[in-house]
């Protein structure tokens, strides 16, 4: 009983796209907030789905969404994490620390209560310490953490990281958008629902 099945997005894609839609304005997408769900399970209506659909194609033909703040390997330029709104830019969790970017830089807390700032920088470098440490270098300041290094992901940590803002336009969210609108497109064509697992 399905005519399309789709994977939208991991729920950080969905968070990063629902951040757009609200830098977008509420007043231009009305429906689109409304329509994603927020947890597994749900449906949208068909009769939506057609509004959903027409917000879509207006979302992917805009020219500039918004600014995303990156943190980079500086020397490929390859995007290590992005900033996600309400993950507080927090994408690494340990004993005992946390961390995360932002728009004023990649920071280390730990997990106090309240926090303490262990570290932060837009522009820094780091270096693998032994014993799952890294040491964090910002001008002449030198901090070391009980952590792994950030950018790890199967090979040698990145030396030189920063922060950057970057203007994202509507065709940037082309791994949500495309699948919703299939979704979208088969619901209003039967007459049935989009249901959310």
């Known amino acids: 009983m399905e005519l399309v099945s789709e994977h939208v997005a991991n729920w950080t894609g969905v968070r990063l796209f629902q951040q757009a839609l609200r830098a977008a304005g509420g007043h231009r997408f009305p429906a689109l907030p409304a329509a994603l769900p ?90 693998a310490l032994p014993g799952d440490r890294v040491e964090f270098t910002v001008g002449g300041t030198r901090t070391v953490v009980a952590m792994r290094p950030v950018g790890e992901h199967g090979e040698p940590p990145p030396e030189r990281l920063a922060v950057r803002t970057r203007s994202r336009s509507g065709g940037d969210f082309a791994y949500v958008v495309e699948p919703l609108r299939r979704l979208c497109a088969a619901s209003v064509a039967t007459g049935n629902p989009v249901m959310w697992c």
């Open 38 to 127: 927020d947890a597994n399970g749900g449906s949208l209506p068909a009769d939506r789905a057609a509004v959903v659909l027409a917000e879509l194609d207006a979302f992917a033909g805009t020219a500039r969404i918004t600014d995303e703040v990156e943190l980079i390997d500086e020397a490929t330029g390859r995007v290590l994490m992005q900033y996600v709104e309400s993950y507080r830019g927090v994408f690494m969790f340990g004993p005992g620390f946390q961390a995360g970017v932002h728009p004023e830089g990649f920071f280390v807390l730990d997990r106090a209560d309240p926090p303490v700032t262990l570290f932060r920088a837009a522009r820094f470098g780091q270096r």
